[in-house]
Every structure is written in C-alpha cells, then in structure tokens.
C-alpha cells in the first residue's frame, strides 16, 4: 500500500493516514491491533500517555521487523505532566516504555494547565533530538489565541482535534490555515456514530465506488488534506479502513458531504471545567 504523505512546517513528511490505538486495552489487545496495522501496510500509529498502552504500541513496532525510519510514531503528554521538569521526565519514560530512541511527533495532548511550560520541554527534547516535530492537540480558535505567544519560537505542526463530516471544524481549519499548521482528525469515523453510518448520500456514494460508508468518510477527510488514523480492533476493518487510495470523490460529492457539517461535535473544549473532568478521568501516576 502506497500511503500518501502531507509537508509539515518544519519540512517533515507525515503518512497523512495511520492508526490511532484510543481505548484498546493493555492486555495483549493493542499488541495485536498495532501489529495486525503494520501487517496490512499501516506506517503511522497515535498514541498517547493517557492511552496507557504505548508498551504495547513500541513491542509491537519492534517485533514487526519493520525498520523504524519507516514508521511513524505520535505520542502525547498528559495534563498531570506539564510542569517542565515534569515533561522532561514524561518523555525520557516515554521512550523507555516505548523501546524508542526517538519519536515522530509528540502532542500537547490537552490546552488546560501549564502548557507553556510544557511547550518549552517539548522544544528542548526536539532539539535533542528525542522527538522529530511537536504539537498541540484540542486546540480551538479560542484555546489557540489564549496559547499563541508561547509557540512564538517553534510553531507547532499540528493540531490533532475532533473531526469528521458531522465537525468539520470550518473555522478552525482556516486559523491554522493562515498559522500553517496541519489538522490531525480525531473520531475521523465518529467513533462508529450509527447516524453518520447511514447517512443516505454516504451510502450512495459507497455503492457507486463499490465502498463502504467508512472509506467513503475517510476518503473525504483525505482529500480535505486532514491527516487520519482511524481505530479499529477488528482485523477486517483495519483492512477496509486503509483501502482509500484508488478512487476519487468528484467535487460535487465533496461539496455535498461538506454540507453534512453541523458544525458541532461530542466534546467541547471551550466547556467550563473541561480540564478539571479530564484530569480526574485519566490518572495517568495513579500506579506510581
Ligand atoms: P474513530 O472515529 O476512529 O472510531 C473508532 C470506532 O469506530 C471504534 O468503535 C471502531 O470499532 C469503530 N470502527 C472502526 N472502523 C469502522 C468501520 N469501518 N465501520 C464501522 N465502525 C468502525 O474514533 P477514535 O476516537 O478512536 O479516533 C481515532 C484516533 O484518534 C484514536 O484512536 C486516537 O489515536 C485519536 N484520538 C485523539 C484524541 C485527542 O484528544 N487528541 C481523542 C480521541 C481520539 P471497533 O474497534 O470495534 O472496530
């Protein structure tokens, strides 16, 4: 499989579609999702510290035999986590755990807490050579603009946020636009949302191209140049999610799914409180 890779700002190239590893457990069951994606061609996986299986995700990247300048690996740093030496401790451990010398791109998994000093951690590792490109992730316009001064020496490369044709995130994606900043989706399948599934033009659609509804949403995210990874546990979806890359939708059809947008989607980072429920939702020393 020939995946297609988008320029960062900081002159890397990303494979724009990967596998994300949100909610597989620990058990063996990450172990064997990463390794089945690797398998079936998949050479980009998002983790992250508050995912708790990124174990996992580094043995099974190792036992795949693949060279490790063939794979690209995210990862991200949890709110507890912030406090610069905090950070600088997070990543040493995080490439321990991983059984990595270095990772891809490492995020700012959330914009609450002390981000700029998260911010000065992660810039120091990249010149370290510990982490290639940094990043921010759930950045609104609004969230962006309160963190903006403290990305004024490195500019992130992306901003991972929740994104698929139900969100499609309009006036996000011209800020970071003008910022230069590339947009990571994630749900890019709603989570498996029933509605989005059997949305009538997206099953039209699937039976011109003789897909189905899931590569048809994942072809559209491709072709608006946001970067996916969708999740799956099922070795046959895995599979199907990844077979993207020899058709077209037509401008008219992307047109149409656009006008799917509601403009909202199931999390709010601007919500009052959001950062707090997040903390006590993922304790990520909570076996320290
Ligand atoms: P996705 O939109 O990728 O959806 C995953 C769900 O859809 C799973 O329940 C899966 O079920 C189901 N599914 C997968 N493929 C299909 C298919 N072809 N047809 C129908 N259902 C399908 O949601 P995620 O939240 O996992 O997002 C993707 C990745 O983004 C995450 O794994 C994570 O890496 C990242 N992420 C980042 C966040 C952040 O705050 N930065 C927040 C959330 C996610 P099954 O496994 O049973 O197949």
Redesign the pocket.
């Known amino acids: 499989m020939q995946i297609p890779t988008f320029k960062l700002n900081d002159g890397h190239d990303i494979p724009s579609f990967g596998?994300?590893?949100?909610?597989?457990p620990a058990d063996g069951s990450t172990y064997k999702?990463v390794s089945s994606a690797l398998k079936l061609g998949y050479r980009h996986i998002?983790?992250?510290e508050a995912?708790f299986n990124e174990q996992e995700v580094g043995k099974a990247i190792k036992d795949s035999g693949i060279d490790r300048d063939q794979i690209w690996v995210?990862s991200?740093l949890w709110i507890q986590d912030y406090a610069y030496e905090d950070a600088k401790k997070t990543i040493d451990n995080t490439l321990q755990k991983m059984g990595l010398d270095y990772l891809d791109l490492y995020?700012i998994?959330?914009p609450y807490g002390k981000v700029d000093e998260a911010w000065r951690a992660l810039v120091e590792a990249q010149k370290a050579g510990k982490i290639r490109s940094i990043g921010v992730?759930?950045m609104t316009p609004k969230l962006w603009n309160k963190w903006k001064s403290a990305f004024k020496d490195v500019t992130p490369v992306v901003n991972?946020?929740?994104y698929?044709p139900y969100f499609q995130q309009k006036p996000l994606r011209q800020l970071m636009a003008k910022e230069g900043v590339t947009l990571?989706?994630?749900?890019?399948?709603?989570?498996?949302?029933a509605d989005l599934?059997n949305e009538p033009l997206l099953k039209r659609l699937a039976d011109k191209y003789g897909k189905?509804?899931?590569?048809i949403i994942l072809r559209f995210e491709h072709q608006e140049g946001v970067i996916?990874?969708?999740?799956?546990?099922?070795e046959s979806?895995?599979k199907?999610?990844a077979e993207i890359f020899d058709f077209e939708l037509t401008s008219d059809e992307m047109d149409a799914i656009r006008a799917l947008d509601k403009g909202k989607g199931m999390?709010d980072p601007d919500a009052p409180g959001v950062g707090e429920s997040l903390l006590k939702a993922f304790d990520v020393h909570a076996n320290d």
């Open positions: 596998f994300g590893v949100f909610q597989i999702a998002d983790t992250a995912y995210t991200k995020l998994h959330q992730s759930n991972q946020v929740e698929n990571e989706a994630w749900a890019p399948l709603g989570e498996g949302n599934f189905n509804v899931g590569q996916i990874f969708p999740k799956s546990v099922h979806r895995i199907s999610n999390h």
